[in-house]
């Protein structure tokens, strides 16, 4: 199976999973104080969402392996495919009603990301990307920014939930800050890379992300022409993910190198 054909099962899964999340929620508006608490929510909404998706993987794909947030899961075998699947990218937005959450799955042959989908579940947009046939959101085949200046971009990022961690991201954007347009934090990292990979924002980095979080967003951020990497010749991965174009790749890592972006708890 390509890497098309795997795409087309992560849409259709994503859409299902999606529609989950969105009435576990509804639902969960009505029953906060005679059933259970809104926090609980949206730790059952992960978890059924998640099970959701392996089920329908399994019934598509017998044989294939799963990463998932919520249950983890085993190592792809050689010439096997591995799904990573984050059920609800977002979850205090989730928790909130913020619409920026989303159901992210790409699919893993011979240890390469070949396919993935994001589907905002609050709004319904999807952005998607296949292995050397480009990211596409709509219909239309993305680009990221033409931004050429760090001074005048629009660099998003997040921060952990452990304090200590917290606490060091806030002084790097405290000194970043003035170098460029402005920061935003959105609270999903798989819809910051599409936001980069459309050119929303012109650039994205973060410390902490995990395996789930930067699959399928991390793709469609590369098969738009995107740099996608850690810092100082090391690959993205959870010491640090920047996404940027070209143009603005080399200043703003050389800035966060200086600023220990990647240090730190």
């Excluded at 730790?43 to 044989?63: F, Y």
């Excluded at 990292?189 to 990979?197: E, I, K």
């Excluded at 920047?242 to 050389?254: M, N, R, W, Y």
Aim: charged share 20%; with cysteine; glycine share 12%.
């Amino acid at each position: 199976m390509n890497e098309l054909e795997l795409l087309d099962i992560a849409v259709q899964v994503a859409a299902d999973a999606a529609a989950t999340a969105v009435r576990m929620r509804a639902e969960a508006i009505t029953q906060v104080g005679t059933k259970s608490t809104i926090t609980d929510v949206v730790t059952a909404a992960d978890r059924a969402v998640e099970q959701q998706v392996v089920a329908a993987l399994a019934a598509r794909r017998p044989g294939d392996t799963v990463l998932g947030e919520e249950f983890g899961g085993a190592s792809v075998s050689a010439g096997g495919v591995r799904w990573v699947v984050d059920p609800i990218d977002g979850t205090v937005n989730y928790l909130y009603g913020l619409p920026q959450y989303a159901v992210s799955i790409a699919a893993e042959a011979d240890g390469q990301i070949v396919a993935g989908v994001v589907h905002n579940a609050a709004t319904g947009k999807v952005w998607t990307a296949a292995l050397g046939h480009g990211a596409w959101h709509e219909g239309r085949r993305l680009s990221g920014s033409t931004a050429t200046e760090l001074a005048v971009s629009l660099v998003g990022t997040g921060f952990a939930y452990a304090k200590e961690r917290r606490a060091h991201q806030a002084g790097v954007v405290a000194r970043l800050l003035p170098q460029i347009r402005d920061i935003r934090r959105l609270g999903a990292a798989a819809l910051d890379l599409c936001a980069v990979a459309e050119g929303q924002l012109d650039a994205y980095y973060e410390k902490g992300l995990a395996e789930w979080d930067l699959a399928a967003g991390g793709l469609i951020a590369r098969e738009a022409g995107l740099m996608v990497t850690g810092l100082s010749g090391r690959p993205a991965g959870p010491q640090m993910a920047l996404a940027a174009p070209v143009a603005l790749h080399k200043a703003l890592h050389d800035v966060l190198v200086e600023l220990d972006a990647d240090g730190g708890p």
